[in-house]
């Protein structure tokens, strides 16, 4: 084999790797995994993606699964995570991210020009391939680029998903709390019916004053209305659900449990909460990812920023009776006017930017972990109160006020005001429970670093991560 045979294998080969190296392929699941993993660590529940417009038979099968018997505060998370048709449309935003990341990492195509020229009996032919030779000696940074921002959309991704699983928390909190508070309500109102006819009755006999009849009366009319409110939220409550859950069909057989759940036994600590903030918090980890995606776009930037457009090919020239001719081309722009000064000093004042925003970040992060901690202490030392001292003590005097009615030492009017303040009691109990749990899911926003409202999750991820496609993209 001659030595110009084997040096042109050679090149060939060389090529052939070059082109395998420069064909990126799409991952299995559209980088699923990720955004499956950073949000099981900070809501206990796995989303899905659909990938087609019709929802998986799989999912179908758990969503009925699911609504078969009341929904729980993690089960109505995870059945936010596997069909809320926002977060889905969140997802195919990062399949649409990966197709970019696959195109940005294939070489350029080369550029193949013809030319045809005939007339007074002469015909000439031009033909050139062209290829970008700047953008295939730029391909190994330019692809880090591209994986660095597909990875930046992953982890907006998992925002939005971790936003929507605990805006559906602090909605089923809302909605089984407003439930059990017209529980509470009906309880009132049957209190309220009873007395009204108690001392009507007694008014007929001549045993009680018009004054007391017509404040029973009043009183009667007033929890009608008070009722009619608790119904209204209650509704409205349920819709809020439906929404954050994603549910429309099935909504009508949405059913929840009758009570809260107790609260814990202790609560978490600062300390605690501020591990798992610095473990957890996604704004930070996103504000850092967008400082390490400037940071490689500012070394692309001051490798080429002093020539603007560099283009290298083969062309040849053939006119009809005359021999072939062969020869190279090579385009460059001169920076006679622009030495790429301006784009450099753009890539470092972004870099400092992103820096200076990371820092940022992390300032509002302790903030906010702490402000969310104080809440949920205060919440839950409140509901301790209510439901370990003012419940005891309020059934202890109802059992002395039915001792002392039933010595007759007490009226029935007595025994029924005792049933009013027992049932504003637990109304109040009921009220900071509520809170507490309310709380809870802000403290685990807090900690996660997302809003609680998936719209608002999705505007934070956009906010931080925005800068770093846009620098890259000046670089290329």
Same mark, same amino acid.
């Given at each position: 084999m001659s030595r110009r045979r084997r040096g042109l294998r050679l090149s060939l080969s060389a090529l052939s790797l070059a082109v395998l190296a420069g064909c990126a392929t799409f991952s299995g699941n559209g980088g699923m995994d990720e955004v499956a993993a950073l949000t099981q660590a900070r809501t206990g529940q796995t989303p899905q993606a659909h990938g087609t417009d019709t929802v998986p038979e799989a999912v179908q099968a758990r969503v009925q699964a699911l609504l078969a018997q009341p929904l729980g505060a993690d089960q109505a998370v995870e059945l936010a995570l596997i069909q809320q048709p926002g977060l889905q449309a969140r997802f195919d935003e990062l399949a649409q991210a990966e197709a970019e990341r696959? *195109?940005?990492?294939?070489?350029?195509?080369?550029?193949?020009?013809?030319? *045809?020229?005939?007339?007074?009996g002469a015909l000439e032919v031009d033909r050139a391939l062209t290829v970008d030779l700047l953008g295939w000696l730029a391909w190994p940074v330019r692809d880090g680029v591209a994986e660095r921002q597909w990875r930046s959309a992953q982890w907006q991704a998992a925002v939005a998903a971790v936003g929507q699983g605990l805006a559906a928390r602090q909605a089923w909190v809302d909605a089984v709390a407003v439930q059990q508070q017209l529980a509470l309500q009906d309880r009132l109102q049957a209190v309220a019916d009873t007395a009204a006819e108690l001392v009507q009755a007694m008014a007929r006999a001549g045993n009680v004053p018009a004054l007391t009849q017509l404040r029973e009366q009043a009183f009667q009319t007033e929890t009608r209305l008070q009722g009619a409110q608790a119904r209204q939220a209650a509704l409205a409550a349920r819709e809020r659900l439906v929404?954050?859950?994603?549910?429309?069909?099935?909504?009508?057989?949405?059913?929840?449990?009758?009570?809260?759940?107790?609260?814990?036994?202790?609560? *978490?600590?600062?300390?605690?909460?501020?591990?798992?903030?610095?473990?957890?918090?996604?704004?930070?980890?996103?504000?850092?990812?967008?400082?390490?995606?400037?940071?490689?776009?500012?070394?692309?930037?001051?490798?080429?920023?002093?020539?603007?457009?560099?283009?290298?090919?083969?062309?040849?020239?053939?006119?009809?009776?005359?021999?072939?001719?062969?020869?190279?081309?090579?385009?460059?722009?001169?920076?006679?006017?622009?030495?790429?000064?301006?784009?450099?000093?753009?890539?470092?004042?972004?870099?400092r930017q992103a820096l200076h925003r990371t820092a940022q970040v992390a300032l509002e992060a302790r903030s906010e972990v702490r402000e969310a901690y104080a809440a949920y202490r205060s919440a839950y030392d409140a509901a301790q109160v209510?439901?370990?001292?003012?419940?005891?003590? *309020?059934?202890?005097?109802?059992?002395?006020?039915?001792?002392?009615?039933?010595?007759?030492?007490?009226?029935?009017?007595?025994?029924?005001?005792?049933?009013?303040?027992?049932?504003?009691?637990?109304?109040?109990?009921?009220?900071?429970?509520?809170?507490?749990?309310?709380?809870?899911?802000?403290?685990?926003?807090?900690?996660?670093?997302?809003?609680?409202?998936?719209?608002?999750?999705?505007d934070l991820a956009a906010s931080l991560l925005s800068d770093a496609p846009a620098t890259a993209a000046a670089g290329h």
């Amino acid at each position: 084999m001659s030595r110009r045979r084997r040096g042109l294998r050679l090149s060939l080969s060389a090529l052939s790797l070059a082109v395998l190296a420069g064909c990126a392929t799409f991952s299995g699941n559209g980088g699923m995994d990720e955004v499956a993993a950073l949000t099981q660590a900070r809501t206990g529940q796995t989303p899905q993606a659909h990938g087609t417009d019709t929802v998986p038979e799989a999912v179908q099968a758990r969503v009925q699964a699911l609504l078969a018997q009341p929904l729980g505060a993690d089960q109505a998370v995870e059945l936010a995570l596997i069909q809320q048709p926002g977060l889905q449309a969140r997802f195919d935003e990062l399949a649409q991210a990966e197709a970019e990341r696959v *195109r940005a990492g294939r070489l350029p195509n080369p550029v193949l020009s013809l030319g *045809r020229l005939a007339g007074g009996g002469a015909l000439e032919v031009d033909r050139a391939l062209t290829v970008d030779l700047l953008g295939w000696l730029a391909w190994p940074v330019r692809d880090g680029v591209a994986e660095r921002q597909w990875r930046s959309a992953q982890w907006q991704a998992a925002v939005a998903a971790v936003g929507q699983g605990l805006a559906a928390r602090q909605a089923w909190v809302d909605a089984v709390a407003v439930q059990q508070q017209l529980a509470l309500q009906d309880r009132l109102q049957a209190v309220a019916d009873t007395a009204a006819e108690l001392v009507q009755a007694m008014a007929r006999a001549g045993n009680v004053p018009a004054l007391t009849q017509l404040r029973e009366q009043a009183f009667q009319t007033e929890t009608r209305l008070q009722g009619a409110q608790a119904r209204q939220a209650a509704l409205a409550a349920r819709e809020r659900l439906v929404r954050a859950l994603g549910l429309d069909a099935d909504a009508p057989r949405l059913s929840l449990p009758e009570h809260l759940p107790a609260l814990p036994n202790q609560p *978490r600590s600062l300390s605690e909460a501020e591990q798992a903030a610095i473990d957890q918090r996604l704004d930070v980890q996103m504000a850092r990812l967008a400082a390490e995606a400037t940071a490689q776009d500012l070394g692309l930037s001051r490798a080429t920023s002093w020539v603007n457009v560099l283009e290298a090919g083969v062309q040849d020239k053939h006119a009809r009776g005359e021999p072939t001719q062969r020869g190279a081309e090579l385009t460059l722009e001169l920076p006679l006017f622009d030495f790429g000064s301006t784009r450099r000093a753009d890539a470092e004042a972004r870099y400092r930017q992103a820096l200076h925003r990371t820092a940022q970040v992390a300032l509002e992060a302790r903030s906010e972990v702490r402000e969310a901690y104080a809440a949920y202490r205060s919440a839950y030392d409140a509901a301790q109160v209510h439901s370990r001292e003012l419940l005891p003590l *309020r059934q202890k005097i109802a059992d002395e006020m039915l001792l002392r009615y039933n010595g007759m030492l007490i009226g029935t009017s007595e025994l029924l005001d005792d049933a009013r303040s027992r049932t504003a009691a637990a109304s109040a109990a009921l009220a900071a429970q509520r809170a507490f749990w309310q709380a809870d899911a802000r403290l685990q926003a807090a900690l996660a670093g997302v809003p609680t409202r998936a719209a608002d999750a999705a505007d934070l991820a956009a906010s931080l991560l925005s800068d770093a496609p846009a620098t890259a993209a000046a670089g290329h």
